[in-house]
């Protein structure tokens, strides 16, 4: 079946510093991929998301990466702020979710 | 226009009784998933329903759970005889497009199910 995989599990950063979190795949027919960030006690939400006909896409401090070939797409936040504290789940189209990281910025 | 609306956003239930989960997707959207969030673990994905009609419920236990979106109304996530491993947070997802891509979801704020 469909597998996604989520590394790191959890990951500190100091505030300002960069985060980042990568996730592998295995179907190699997936296009499209999205991040989510679900707060403690919140529903996930879209902060980005990347299409098989781009390998990068950015969007003020977060950006994700895609490399097709080698089946692995990333997530990177720069300039870390307490606000971004959360566990950020990678998916697939296919509706398989990585396990999630959970990110704490140390103020 | 409103977000996806889900209700209640806690229920409890003794072992034994029936939970019923409603999810109402955002307007416009025809297209309902819902997904099983255990206690510090990821989203599961269980079941992909179009308007009457079930896509994928290639995550659903095989046993005491179902799920429909009828043709008025909200889409309905029914689980019988709850156990306490049915104690999770349970999303509901919905998206606009149609085909064979599940696109961009926009989920609810979840119910939170507590059976004692």
């Known amino acids: 079946g469909e597998n996604v995989e989520q590394h790191p599990s959890t990951l500190s950063v100091q505030e300002g510093d960069s985060a980042v979190i990568k996730c592998t795949y295995s179907?190699?027919?997936?296009?499209?991929f999205p991040w989510y960030k679900q707060e403690l006690g919140k529903r996930p939400q879209l902060i980005i998301d990347?299409?098989?006909?781009?390998g990068e896409k950015k969007d003020q401090r977060i950006a994700v990466t895609l490399n097709k070939t080698a089946k692995h797409f990333s997530l990177h936040i720069t300039e870390t702020q307490p606000e971004d504290s959360a566990v950020y789940f990678c998916?697939?189209?296919?509706?398989?979710f990585g396990t999630g990281t959970r990110l704490t910025i140390i103020p | 226009n409103a977000g996806v609306m889900q209700n209640p956003r806690h229920l409890v239930r003794r072992r034994g009784q029936e939970a019923r989960l409603r999810c109402s997707p955002m307007?416009?959207?025809?297209?309902v998933y819902w997904y099983r969030q255990l206690p510090e673990e990821g989203l599961k994905f269980m079941v992909y329903?179009?308007?009457?009609?079930?896509?994928?419920e290639s995550g659903m236990p095989k046993e005491r759970f179902s799920a429909e979106f009828p043709k008025e109304g909200p889409s309905i996530l029914r689980i019988q005889q709850v156990v306490r491993g049915d104690s999770a947070a349970y999303f509901c997802?919905?998206?606009?497009?149609?085909?064979?891509?599940?696109?961009?979801?926009?989920f609810g704020a979840g119910t939170r199910l507590s059976v004692l």
């Open positions: 997802a919905s998206s606009p497009l149609a085909g064979g891509e599940k696109d961009i979801q926009y």
């Open positions: 179907d190699s027919a997936s296009n499209y």
């Open positions: 990347i299409r098989s006909n781009v």
């Open positions: 998916a697939n189209e296919k509706l398989t």
């Open positions: 307007k416009g959207h025809s297209h």
């Open positions: 329903l179009q308007k009457e009609n079930i896509i994928d």
